[in-house]
């Protein structure tokens, strides 16, 4: 590490939201260097000195990436002169700039802070103006401060800027009375930060701040499993572990955090009578119950529908179409024009598509406007396919608002955080929404819609109950049907089933515990032993780039999806990605590439965004007229264009947006020729390869393969032993969530 000190002449760069800026720096022996770094709002005629490294830019030379800085203000007369007409106080310029050094000379800054009536003395300044003159001077010493104050323990400046707009100056001085107060307060004030904080401030392990903000984390990595809300005596022992914490503490500090509105508490009943204090995270909490209230608020509403002309516009869409529904199936498209909340399960080929149909049939002829709504784009654009109507995310219908939020690129922020345009003051303009691939809605996405459905409107909720869960908390699908307040149907006779089809079939078979019928000769289910986890990545290879085009042609880039359990792993996401893209797409003399971290991306690679990016601009590939921007986690894409000396890349998403990233936002992307099932969810592929080898064993679960083997439309090929193959079908168990939806103070 070296230190540099200097003056600044001039900056070059600067991006508020992340801190990061570039600025041009006079050394005290007159020479020239850029400083990069993240840093506070500078301003020529500033004095900075700053810690860290020298390198070398490819096109603009010598440059110092500073770590640490510390900023003070000029003191002789030009510096002074120069910070004042750089732009901090609006309607100062260089002329007025040097009218006030002239009068005040090295005690103008001591006149502007503790004198500033004295600034009004110099002609073309009224009071007025020396009050706000001595207003941005004290607020810039003071976000620079605060910036500073941060940086000593490794605080980015977006983070210490978050803190000052939040509480002023007297950021420094809360976190200096209490590092741990921010903790589950401010977006990215995580425990971690927290901790090192107090461990250079000198606090104890065992002080009261630490073991509230430590409950606090142990809820929110709690919430990342899946969980709503945990036991307090499986919290307890977590904690004790880590802490040391005696019970008595533990409990009184749960009453403090409760005071001050950070959890909530509520007595529940276990499945076997005994009475368990529940510890919910405050938004999780109103999410619940909110999702409750709302519902059965909907449900309460019986909508008045003549059963004579429902029955002779379910004939007419029979006709129409082509097809006979059943009775079962005729009762849920009824259901849904009668019911305030409806809801609708059933694995693949059971006719949940067609059922959507019917209904959006029945309730157009009604007079009813209804929008289509699916967790993630792939799902949505599959639903606006199958339908002929327009269906949108979630997240697209209740349109984001990040006006409020300050966002650095490649954060990600979770629904609880997010704001929506629409919401309870400003509801959907709909009679009804339809909700397909329910079982990947959380708790906070399935709250944030029902704030945006208006009272009176109808709901229809699809989905397949034995999926995997969404992944983040809750299990909302299953608590709702498993209630008995909301009319359901349950579709389990087989519609889309022909005698040269065997996945749906299949996937009924696993989802009961049977094995499923594989490698019929023309049949559309196959399985292959490909004898070691080497010889996987090789056949899945093999099988993307030559067999499974060359016998059914196909292309290997949009066809194909392959799906493992796993991430990490000699056969996880991960190593197949590399061995597919290796394959696929090596590379070769005129393909650009740039590395990403560990990641090389190349032009023509499959990629995946992982993140919910709501400010990321796109627009339509073919008609650049159409724009718009957010870009949601799953959504998938090829790369068109990577231009290295911008440091730009261009992905086309499967549903014609056209998005560039710049080098920051490319961290959010990752290949995609193979994706984890958890990822998988919410879409649907023609041609699916699984592989099972090397699977960690708590993935070894039944409704894990039953989700992998439900993404395809035209053929499964799984890569894996039979023993394989038998221990996850034979593996009904599921991780456990703790929810309490709809379970009247109970929970299992």
Known sequence: MERIKGTVSGVIYENDETGYRVCDVEGENGEYFTVTGQMPPLYTGEIIEAEGTWSEHPSYGPQFKAVSIVLSLPSDTEGIRAFLASGLIPGIGPALASKIVKKFGPAT??????????????????????????????????????????????????????MYRRYGESAVEHVSNDPYFAVGTVRGFAFATAERIANELGFAQDCPERLRAYVIHMLSLASQEGHVFMPADALFAEIKRKTGIERDEFDEELKVLAGKKKINLEELTDSEGNTVTAVWLCYLYEAERGIEKKLRELAGWHHEADASRIAKRIKRFEKENGIDLDEKQKKAVAAAAENGVSVITGGPGTGKTTIIKAILYVLSDMGVKTFLAAPTGRAAKRMS?????????IHRLLEPDFSSLNLEPGEEVGDEDMKFRHNAANPLETDCVILDEMSMVDTVLMFRLLEAVRTGSRLVLVGDNDQLPSVGPGRVLRDIIAS????????????????????????????????PEM????????????????????????????????AYGLDPFTDIQVITPNKRGMCGSEALNQILQETLNPPRRGCEEIQVRDTVFRTGDRVM????????????????????AGVFNGEMGRIQRIDRQEKTLYVLFDDNRYVAYDFQEMTELELCYAITVHKSQGSEFDYCIISICGVTPTLMTRNLLYTAITRAKKMVVILGTTGDLAEMIGNDREIRRYTSLFKNGRFE
Request: glycine share 6%.
């Open 109 to 162: 800054f001591q006149t502007v802070e503790l004198f500033p009536e004295r600034l009004a003395d110099v002609s073309g300044i009224t009071p007025k103006k020396a009050r706000a003159i001595q207003e941005a001077f004290e607020k810039h010493r003071e976000s620079s401060d605060t910036v500073m104050f941060f940086s000593k323990f490794g605080v980015g400046t977006r983070l210490a800027m978050e």
């Open 385 to 393: 396919n199958a339908c002929g109507e327009e269906a949108k995310t």
């Open 484 to 515: 008995d307040a909301f009319e359901t149907t349950r579709l389990e006779y087989i519609y889309r089933r022909d005698s040269d089809s065997y996945i749906s079939y299949n996937a009924h078979l696993v989802n009961t515990g049977k094995m």
């Open 519 to 550: 490698n019929v000769r023309g049949g559309d289910f196959f399985r292959i032993n490909p004898g070691s986890q080497r010889d996987c990545l090789e056949t899945a290879a093999s099988l993307v780039k030559t067999r499974l085009p060359q």
């Open 609 to 628: 965004q992982t993140k919910n990016n709501y400010e990321l601009e796109w627009e339509d590939y073919d008609d650049a007229t159409v724009y718009g």
